[in-house]
């Protein structure tokens, strides 16, 4: 698949900036003036990026709880993000939801939560509504291989390929579900190789390079708006930081050190840039420019956030379903 440079340029630019916002909250996460959970997306960022580039504005997206890049590559607001993740009022979620309950339906994300595999038939049941509305858009669901685990993955599959469905399930394949490895928890060594029904198209990539998850997702994107139905791809990554928090708090044991820096050399930004370098199609004062760029946004949405107002006590419990 050929693209333009522009474009190129835009998936660079958008995993770097997907990056350096993952640094920026791992730097002041200890501050503990963030007082919510963070799952960082540091090594995953082809994966929102390759996506989200094919998107529609009105195409909708579901996240999980590792959803920062999945919310920024969407075009949700990097000041919203912070201002969220810090628990103020001018947050995404007006500051009630934290990191794991990130939105902005203006740009089609309808929403990450905290309950893993639960945004899977919510992604479906807008497929179904964008069929039954006899619109063109569609619905892509974001989920780990944790969620895969579960049984609703597979009657929400089947569900899409029984209607026709314009969703496109997107796994993110980090082989852990926190600290257990893909290989403890599924039978076979491909999870796509376990799909329940034919006429679903299936496809495994390698999650780190964002031109096949782009290329997979755009022939994915055309199947769905003719009318064929549901896919199902599977990104193969690797998440280099732990589960939760910040570097230093992650659980160990579970993992080698050997495997983690195997990983880090296969970096989907630093190969990409290497790529795009190789063919002259940037240099590194383009790259560098792009690093300012972004640089001076996180420092805006940062200054941003913290001095925006928490939520008042008395308004708390507004915007919440609660008794
Ligand atoms: C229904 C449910 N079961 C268990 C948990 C606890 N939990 C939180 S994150 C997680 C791992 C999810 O792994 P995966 O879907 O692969 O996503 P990753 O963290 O690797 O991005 C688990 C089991 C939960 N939040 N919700
Ligand atoms: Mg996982």
């Known amino acids: 698949m050929k693209l333009s440079k522009k474009i190129l340029h835009r998936l660079l630019f958008e995993m770097m900036r997907i990056r ?3 640094l920026a909250i791992e730097s002041r996460y200890l501050e503990n003036e963030m007082q919510t959970p963070v799952h960082l997306y540091i090594g995953q960022e082809a994966v929102a990026v390759g996506v989200c580039a094919n998107l529609k504005k009105n195409d909708y997206i ?5 959803g920062h890049g999945h919310y920024l590559a969407k075009g949700g607001s990097l000041r919203a993000l912070i201002a969220e993740l810090y628990g103020r009022e001018t947050g995404c979620s007006r500051g009630r939801g934290g990191s794991m309950h990130l939105v902005e339906t203006n740009a089609g994300h309808y929403g990450s939560s905290s309950i893993v595999g639960g945004g899977i038939p919510i992604g479906t049941g807008m497929g179904l509504a964008i069929k039954m509305q ?10 780990g291989d944790g969620a895969e685990d579960q049984g609703v993955f597979y009657e929400s599959v089947n569900f899409a390929v029984l209607k026709k469905l314009p969703v496109i399930f997107i796994l993110e394949n980090n082989q852990y579900s926190v600290c257990s490895h893909v290989s403890a928890r599924q039978a076979g060594d491909n999870i796509f190789h376990s799909m329940p029904v034919k006429s679903l198209m299936t496809k495994i990539v390698d999650g780190n390079d964002v031109l096949q998850v782009y290329d997979s997702v755009n022939k994915a994107l055309v199947r769905a708006r003719t009318g064929n139905g549901p896919s199902f791809i599977e990104c193969r990554t690797y998440r280099i930081r732990g589960h939760a928090g910040c570097e230093s708090q992650d659980f160990s044991g579970y993992r080698t050190a050997e495997e983690i ?3 880090k050399k296969l970096c989907p930004i630093a190969s990409f840039q290497k790529k795009l370098s190789k063919n002259k199609i940037i240099n590194p004062s383009e790259i560098n420019k792009m690093e300012k760029k972004i640089d001076n946004e996180i420092k805006d949405a940062f200054a941003f956030a913290r001095q925006a107002p928490a939520p008042s006590p008395e308004e708390l419990s507004f915007y919440l379903f609660c008794e």
């Open 20 to 22: 350096q916002v993952q």
């Open 134 to 143: 006899k619109k063109n858009n569609v619905s892509v669901i974001f989920f």
């Open 62 to 66: 579901n996240s999980n709880h590792r």
């Open 261 to 263: 820096e195997y990983w």
